[in-house]
């Protein structure tokens, strides 16, 4: 169908290995970000799981079994889930203005930045994020680009191109998988290469599956360069 089309082909002009994802099909429903969603997929079974979720209720895609997960990581994934979920949320959920949502937003870099300087904070979600980046030497520049990708939904409705959009998948899902390697201490770049691929793909397929949701808030995640090409070449053959 359409949604699977695009993955298909965008997923492999991004050469992203489409063979092996094969497994990872779209569901008929899914959170805004996918990356986001694939890791509270992973607390899905987990009592960590209730405590990290938020007031929306999001449909997890791709899960995988909590138990998967060692007993010590649990807390510091449902800790960074609760950070991109709430992100996420504050983005696209509810009723808040551009503005409201930008400057919440910007509250959680203060957050951020008040943890590089060693001062307090006593937002409930960082104060539970804190100690995990502290154990785990957890790089804030990941967090701050998930932040700039939820920014950057709430101002940005197109994309002209598939690198403009692939680079939106570098800071809204690349980092995701970079902290949970972070939390296994695994560092390799052949391991950081392959986590980036499979979590953009995720990202794309995402976007492919939830292109009437996303369109319904005004933005469209397929490249116009695409569009236009894909338009032209149906004219054509009618």
Known sequence: H?????AHVLVRRAGLEPARLAA?????SASTNSATSALGAILADSPLYLQ?????????NFPVASFLLPPSLREPVAAIYWFARSADDLADEGDLTAPERIARLDAYRAELDA???????????FLRLRPVIAEFDLPLRMFRDLLDAFTQDVSKTRYATFAELMDYCRR?????GRLVLKLFRVESAECLRQSDAVCSALQLINHWQDVAVDCAKGRIYLPQEDLRSESTRLNSSH
């Open 52 to 60: 990290a979720t938020m007031a929306v209720d999001h449909y997890e």
């Open 24 to 28: 990872l099909e779209p569901k008929s």
């Open 2 to 6: 359409f949604s699977g089309t695009w």
């Open 172 to 176: 809204s899902a690349d980092p995701v």
């Open 115 to 125: 943890i590089a300087a060693g001062s307090s904070t006593k937002h409930p979600v």
